[in-house]
């Protein structure tokens, strides 16, 4: 069977070919059922926000045209707008609260397996928050770190500091003119909810701003947990591995970290070590951790632990019947691995309070326990090893080399290395002089709708191809490493001349002896705020606010509501910015109309909303030709 409208990546074709041999459902499978998706919800004209509902506007214009308390198409479409990027914040910001959590005990003296692991960037963190650094000790400077972090989600007497001690004066200007300082993370979620209830905002563009200021919430839960990251476990470098379902080795005790928090899985990376004589006790060749989705991110960049998979072929690296515990934190996990698993044989392995699943085995981790806890997840895996020893494998016999770990601190060291005074100043130079000619920043994940990483590779080829450098993030990073564009080797092939010049400036004056890969990994989701930084940095060194940068954004197979956050914030701090899979707005055709233009006149930034790969290439190209025209390049 051709599998290729569902995925490119040819292990997860394999996989598919076995899925279907041996009648397990899937992903795709799930997708079929599920057609015709609801025309209603798919443009957003469906409301359930009271109990008289629910109600669903007409697509077709035709009757009804507002639901039964009169809310109009673009209210409701708006409301469910407005609550997507809530519902997004939350979770960012979620994982961001348990970091907070976590640095506080660790500072307390109450989780004695965390530590203070980049000391200078908990002083870069501190400093930038005001606290008070010189000639105390760094507990203290990290309880106060911490604390910061967890005031920042209610309300106080400041605004969310996770905002206004990273975004330029100008841009802040912007966001006060407009009322759009966030002033609690918590605080912001919660207000979406209030005014999106029945019978509040019914203001379509009111509504609007409601939503941009709940997304830089989100930014503030993005970056705070990259800054509460970077000090518990290390700030990324680069770290060259390999990816794809290949890395599986079907002698080892395999376990996929899955979910996002480095909370566990950087914890599971350490354990697995000091375990090995355990695993080889057991038969096996030792302990073999892989990653799926954004934690599997975190642990590469900063342990070059190899990505199996990402996203929507989660399923895949049970299917290969080599994978003998999938352990799994929060969000991005499909439920149904429960099931596919028990085909197979793996063992799923929940671990954390709000996100159990039926039929799985959970370990009830606690940042107190959890090296405890971490070896009590390994030995179920190494049972579950004992169990399949000797059973037949499909491991898809395909790899790609990933040369990752490209923190803004990694970045500037490395250009550091061209000029060590001015490290921005090479990369402003090539931008002026056109051999870049702008950035875009993927992101987001992989959905069911688009033949998996098609649109990932088709935008990516033609924007490296015209000299765009190309950083990325998440399961797009995912994405692009598992078809090669992670690998220096490739610049040659993928990238236009002006950018192979200043990769392989960059990559030899670091001593690589050739260029840096084409794509440039920045970490997890919530690392798009080191995506955010480095364009801070650039605008300030341009002295140019950051809606006249020609950077981009592009989420070409967006799927969770983190992504619509996301791509919120990034039109609020002003980028033009894609969406390859239809937003829920259709119906609405002001709210439309706002997100595409009319949010221009208030942030500089705006959404492209465009399922067509060449054609988004086309616009993101003309919107980072018309933002250098406008710096006069
Ligand atoms: O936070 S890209 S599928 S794993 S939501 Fe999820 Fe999307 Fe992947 Fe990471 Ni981000
Ligand atoms: Fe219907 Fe209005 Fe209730 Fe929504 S809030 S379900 S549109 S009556």
Redesign the pocket.
């Known amino acids: 069977t051709d599998h290729s409208k569902k995925s490119t990546d040819p292990a997860v074709q394999q996989m598919l070919e076995k899925a279907a041999r041996e009648g397990i459902q899937t992903v795709w499978d799930r997708y079929q059922a599920m057609r015709p998706l609801c025309r209603f919800g798919e443009t957003g004209l469906c409301c359930r926000h009271c109990l008289q509902g629910p109600c669903r506007i007409n697509p077709l214009g035709r009757e009804p045209r507002v639901g039964i308390c009169g809310a109009t198409a673009d209210v409701i479409v708006i409301r469910g707008l407005d609550r997507a990027i809530a519902a997004g914040a939350a ?2 910001s979620g994982h961001a609260k348990h970091l907070a959590h976590t640095l506080k005990k660790a500072a307390e003296g109450r989780a004695p397996d965390y530590l203070v692991k980049d000391k200078e960037k908990l002083h870069s963190v501190a400093r930038r928050l005001g606290i008070v650094t010189d000639g105390r000790p760094e507990n203290e400077i990290a309880l106060d770190v911490a604390r910061a972090a967890l005031a920042d989600f209610h309300e106080k007497d400041t605004p969310v500091t996770w905002v206004t001690s990273v975004l330029p004066p100008d841009r802040l200007e912007v966001f006060s003119r407009h009322g759009l300082v966030p002033a609690g993370i918590d605080h912001e979620i919660a207000e979406v909810m209030h005014r999106t209830s029945m019978g509040c905002d019914a203001d379509a563009s009111n509504l609007l701003l409601g939503g941009l200021r709940c997304a830089l919430g989100d930014l503030a839960g993005c970056y705070m947990a990259t800054d509460l990251s970077d000090i518990l476990f290390g700030t990324p470098s680069p770290v060259v591995t390999e990816c794809n379902l290949g890395v599986l080795k079907a002698g080892a005790v395999n376990v996929a970290v899955h ?2 928090n480095p909370v566990l899985s950087d914890i599971i990376v350490l354990v697995a070590k000091e375990m090995e004589a355990e695993a080889r006790a057991a038969g096996a060749q030792g302990i073999n951790v892989v990653g799926i ?2 934690t599997g ?1 975190e642990v590469l960049m900063r342990h070059g632990i190899s990505p199996c998979t ?3 072929s989660q399923e895949m690296a049970i299917i290969t019947g080599a994978l003998d515990a999938l352990v799994v934190d929060y ?2 996990i499909q439920p149904a691995v429960a099931t596919v698993a028990e085909c197979l044989g793996t063992t799923v392995i929940t671990t954390m309070d709000m996100a159990k699943i039926t039929g799985t085995t959970h370990v009830d981790f606690s940042e107190e326990t959890a090296v405890e806890n971490a070896r009590q997840i390994l030995r179920l895996a190494i049972e579950s090893f004992t169990r399949r020893r000797g059973k037949p494998v499909e491991i898809p016999a395909m790899k790609k080399k990933v040369f990752a770990g490209f923190s803004v601190e990694a970045i500037l060291s490395a250009l550091g290395r061209l000029d060590a005074g001015d490290p921005l100043k090479p990369l402003i130079d090539h931008l002026t002089a056109g051999n870049i000619r702008g950035v875009c920043l993927f ?4 959905n069911v709708k688009v033949p998996q990483d098609y649109n990932f590779i088709t935008t990516a080829r033609k924007l490296l191809e015209q000299d765009v450098l190309v950083l990325a ?4 990073a ?1 994405a692009l490493m598992r078809h090669g564009f992670m690998d220096p080797a490739s610049v040659e092939e993928l990238c236009g001349g002006g950018l192979k010049a200043v990769l392989t400036a960059i990559g030899e004056a670091n001593g690589l002896g050739g260029p840096l890969p084409p794509v440039l990994h920045v970490g ?3 690392d798009n705020s080191r995506a955010a930084a480095l364009a801070v940095a650039l605008a300030g060194r341009l002295g140019v606010d950051l809606d006249r940068l020609p950077v981009v954004a592009s989420a070409a197979e ?3 509501e ?2 619509v956050s ?1 791509g919120a914030w990034a039109v609020a701090l002003g980028l033009p910015t894609h969406v390859g899979v239809m937003l829920p707005v259709s119906g609405g055709p002001l709210v439309h109309r706002i997100l595409t233009e009319e949010v221009k006149g208030l942030t500089g930034g705006y959404f492209i909303l465009e399922p067509d790969p060449e054609s988004a290439t086309e616009k993101l190209l003309e919107a980072i030709n018309e933002r250098r025209a406008g710096l006069g390049l």
């Open positions: 979770g960012h979910g996002h989705c954004c991110n990402h996203s929507v969000q991005c992101a987001g994940c992989n993030s998440g399961c797009s995912g997890s989701c919530v967006a799927m969770h983190k992504a996301i």
